[in-house]
Nanobody, 121 residues
Framework: EKLVESGGGSVQSGGSLRLSCAAS????????EGWFRQVPGKQREAVAL???????NYADSVKGRFTISRDNAKNTLYLQMNSLKPEDTAKYYC????????????????WGQGTQVTVSS
């Protein structure tokens, strides 16, 4: 199982970026995939989740600005980030695992290496 993120970079406040996470090696029917971010010295936080039933969940801080989606043909997860703010600066990781009793799990076994997003004011 392998997850590879791309699409990070530096952007000015108000700008947009789209992160991609190419998945390979797992073919779960019931899965949950998500985007997480971490700033040095702080806990990693969940940004957006998407499960195999199409359920999505967003952190309050990104609602209305970020959109999680998946292209099943390409086996790739995306995070469209609009109206970026300096506080969105972090290393972003994608993660995946099977649903746990029909819900996204609290912990994920599969992680990408992360991609840095820097938003300047």
């Amino acid at each position: 199982e392998k997850l590879v993120e791309s699409g990070g970079g530096s952007v000015q406040s108000g700008g947009s970026l789209r992160l991609s996470c190419a998945a390979s090696g797992y073919t779960y029917i019931d899965y949950c995939e998500g985007w997480f971010r971490q700033v040095p010295g702080k806990q990693r936080e969940a940004v957006a989740l998407l499960d195999s039933d199409g359920y999505t969940n967003y952190a309050d801080s990104v609602k209305g600005r970020f959109t999680i989606s998946r292209d099943n043909a390409k086996n790739t997860l995306y995070l469209q980030m609009n109206s970026l703010k300096p506080e969105d600066t972090a290393k972003y990781y994608c993660a995946a695992d099977r649903l746990y009793f029909g819900s996204c799990p609290a912990r994920y076994n599969y992680w990408g290496q992360g991609t840095q997003v820097t938003v300047s004011s």
